[in-house]
Every structure is written in structure tokens, then in C-alpha cells.
Nanobody, 117 residues
Framework: VQLVESGGGLVQAGGSLGLSCATS????????MAWYRQAPGKQRELVAV???????NYADSVKGRFTISRDNAKNTMYLQMNSLKPEDTAVYYC????????????WGQGTQVTVSS
């Protein structure tokens, strides 16, 4: 079972990027999913989280700019990032609690997002 992120890249400040996190393998159920990020020299931090019922929560630094969503039929999560700032530059990781068949927390490999000023 894996989580695979895609969609990172280089964008100018003020621009937008969309990230996807797809699951692979046999999964009985997907509970809470989340996006984290880690900038060079900093600790990994929670960006946004979404429950299986669709409730969301965001870090204060991204509220109003980022939108987390998921497609339960596809077991896929998304992060739409608008009005990007240089301080959003980081490796973005997806995280999910999967029933496979016991509940296990799984991390993706990360995708680089770079915002130039």
C-alpha cells in the first residue's frame, strides 16, 4: 500500500498549484487524510486535514489560500494552493490513516513545491 503525491513544481509568487495524493494497493477504508510540509531546516508541519466525512481544518498560515478535498470513490486527496508565497516553499507530504486491514498511518514520498519571489 502506497500514497503517491503528484503536482508539485516551480511557480511564481501569487500563482497556483494543485497537488494530488493517490492511494495504491488493497485498502478497506480511508479515514483522515492530511497534507504536511517541511521546509529546509524546519520541522514538518501540518498544512490541512480532512476527515472521511469531509470536515476540514487548516494551518493559520494557509487559511483562505489553500483548499483540501478528497474523492472517496477514488481514495484520492487534493490540495489546491492559490496566492502562493515564497514561504510556502517546502516538500509537501500526504498522510492518511488506512485500514489495511488494521489501521495504519501511511506517508507519501513527498513532492517539492518551490515559490519564487
Amino acid at each position: 500500500v502506497q500514497l503517491v503525491e503528484s503536482g508539485g513544481g516551480l511557480v511564481q509568487a501569487g500563482g497556483s498549484l494543485g497537488l494530488s495524493c493517490a492511494t495504491s494497493g488493497t485498502i478497506f477504508r480511508v479515514n483522515t487524510m492530511a497534507w504536511y510540509r517541511q521546509a529546509p531546516g524546519k520541522q514538518r508541519e501540518l498544512v490541512a486535514v480532512i476527515t472521511s466525512g469531509g470536515s476540514t481544518n487548516y494551518a493559520d498560515s494557509v487559511k483562505g489560500r489553500f483548499t483540501i478535498s478528497r474523492d472517496n470513490a477514488k481514495n484520492t486527496m487534493y490540495l489546491q494552493m492559490n496566492s502562493l508565497k515564497p514561504e510556502d516553499t517546502a516538500v509537501y507530504y500526504c498522510n492518511a490513516e488506512l485500514l489495511i486491514p488494521v489501521f495504519t498511518t501511511v506517508w507519501g514520498q513527498g513532492t517539492q513545491v518551490t515559490v519564487s519571489s
